[in-house]
């Protein structure tokens, strides 16, 4: 199993980004996929949610109207649109699946909101 993501970066507050995270070693499109992040000095939590089909999502609170999450099966990618981005958003954000008995991680990417 193998998660990739990219797309992070330093931006100013109020505005986008789209993170993606590509996958491999696995059958993508029959497994749930995940969103977390971790701040400095805080435990990981949990962004966003996407089951195998597409077809429902679910949010952490302080993201929820902001982010979307999305997938796309033929390309065994997932992605996490970031809108109006706050500073409190900072943290290197990680895309994880449970396969195989055990939950599997990226190597994360980091996202710096700061003017």
């Known amino acids: 199993v193998q998660l990739v993501e990219s797309g992070g970066g330093l931006v100013q507050p109020g505005v986008s980004l789209r993170l993606s995270c590509a996958a491999s070693?696995?059958?993508?499109?029959?497994?749930?996929m995940s969103w977390y992040r971790q701040a400095p000095g805080k435990e990981r939590e949990l962004v966003a949610a996407?089951?195998?089909?597409?077809?429902?999502?679910n949010y952490g609170e302080s993201v929820k109207g902001r982010f979307t999450i999305s997938r796309d099966n033929a390309k065994n990618t997932v992605y996490l649109q970031m809108n109006s981005l706050k500073p409190e958003d900072t943290a290197v954000y990680y895309c994880?699946?449970?396969?195989?008995?055990?939950?599997?991680w990226g190597q994360g990417t980091q996202v710096t909101v700061s003017s």
């Open positions: 070693g696995f059958t993508f499109s029959s497994y749930p």
């Open positions: 996407i089951t195998s089909g597409g077809d429902s999502t």
């Open positions: 994880t699946v449970y396969v195989g008995r055990a939950r599997k």
